[in-house]
């Protein structure tokens, strides 16, 4: 039981480059979602699903897209990258946050230059 | 919409002292409340999960308390040791959506 995996660890990319980070999960939990970590900040919620074909915004949606094709994978596209979009990305995933708590992967350092 | 404070930002503490972090939230309509713990460089880890209907939660060292009608949570950690320093973050989910809202986060240094 792996939990939720990320790849890659760590990318360096170049402004206009594009990207695709994977996250998938082994558990089986309908709801995953993207999240960003700035230094010193919480975490922003990127974009978020609630099973194979259903995903919707979060905090910070705009630059990225996402898709849910599968119970266990999700991955977060970034298109035209920007300075801006140099964070820390987390993906997470949970049984239903309104019964049960959320597991996180180990995250994807992303630099943008 | 719901924001969530976490205070104070940083600590720093002696070994062996039993300490007390805050979490507030402006919209009591939660389904639940979690307490993570974050190690530099690395993701987030559950401590402890508490469903809107309970009081607290307890495992080993810690104990978080959930007092929805006035928005504040607090993890307290008994006899605290150097392996405890980390970041600590809360985060709810407001009734009726899908979403967490994190705080920022408290840095806790242990010192031995």
């Known amino acids: 039981n792996a939990g939720v995996t990320q790849t890659p660890k760590f990318r360096i990319l170049k402004i206009g480059q594009s990207m695709t980070l994977q996250c998938a999960q082994d558990m089986n939990h309908n709801y995953m979602y993207w999240y960003r970590q700035d230094p010193g900040m919480g975490l922003k919620l990127i974009y978020y699903s609630v099973g194979a074909g259903i995903t919707d915004k979060g905090e910070v949606p705009n630059g990225y897209n996402v898709s849910r094709s599968t119970t266990e994978d999700f991955p977060l596209r970034l298109e035209l990258a920007a300075p801006s979009q140099t964070s820390v990305y987390f993906c997470?995933?949970?049984?239903?946050?309104?019964?049960?708590?959320?597991?996180f992967g180990p995250g994807t350092r992303l630099t943008v230059t | 919409k719901q924001e969530v404070t976490q205070i104070p930002a940083a600590l720093s503490v002696p070994e062996g002292e039993n300490l007390v972090l805050n979490c507030s939230f402006t919209d009591s309509a939660i389904y639940n409340l979690q307490w993570f713990r974050q190690d530099p460089g690395k993701g987030l880890t559950s401590l402890l999960l508490i469903q809107s209907s309970q009081r607290e939660q307890t495992s080993g060292r810690l104990n978080a308390s959930l007092d929805k009608s006035s928005g504040r949570s607090t993890l307290y950690i008994a006899a605290s040791q150097p392996g405890d320093s980390a970041t600590y973050l809360c985060a709810v989910v407001t009734s009726g959506t899908y979403k967490y809202i994190f705080g920022t986060g408290t840095r806790l240094k242990v010192l031995a």
């Open positions: 997470a995933s949970s049984w239903g946050p309104d019964r049960a708590e959320q597991y």
